[in-house]
Nanobody
Framework: QVQLVESGGGLVQAGGSLRLACVVSGRAFNKYVMGWFRQAPGKEREFVAAITYSGSTTLYGDAVKGRFTISRDNAKNTVSLQMNSLKPEDTAVYYC????????????????????WGQGTQVTVSS
């Protein structure tokens, strides 16, 4: 069983920054593709960012490209999301997700690819 625990959410003013972290249990973290998704009230879940095993490949949603950076530390079983130039529309619950499968079922931005999810952390950006 893989467990994901997010932290780092909070309240920030527009233009500010936050750094989210997700610690993943298990010994095979360096074999997991990791992603961040978010969901605002009344909206569908939205892809934010993803990173492959070694960190050599990253992908970002259009809404966050150029402002957010995903990274991972395989020695610490941690994936992070640095969020800069935050906007009120970034307000959402942010979820960390892990793809532990041998045969992925979709692209990096596809939610059904990820088989383990964290409980989410709230990010609120005030105007």
């Amino acid at each position: 069983q893989v467990q994901l625990v997010e932290s780092g959410g909070g309240l920030v003013q527009a233009g500010g920054s936050l750094r989210l972290a997700c610690v993943v249990s298990g010994r095979a973290f360096n074999k997991y593709v990791m992603g961040w998704f978010r969901q605002a009230p009344g909206k569908e879940r939205e892809f934010v960012a993803a990173i492959t095993y070694s960190g050599s490949t990253t992908l970002y949603g259009d809404a966050v490209k150029g402002r957010f950076t995903i990274s991972r530390d395989n020695a610490k079983n941690t994936v992070s999301l640095q969020m800069n130039s935050l906007k009120p529309e970034d307000t959402a619950v942010y979820y960390c997700a892990a793809d532990t499968s041998v045969l992925p079922v979709g692209g990096l931005s596809v939610a059904r690819r990820y088989d383990y999810w964290g409980q989410g952390t709230q990010v609120t950006v005030s105007s």
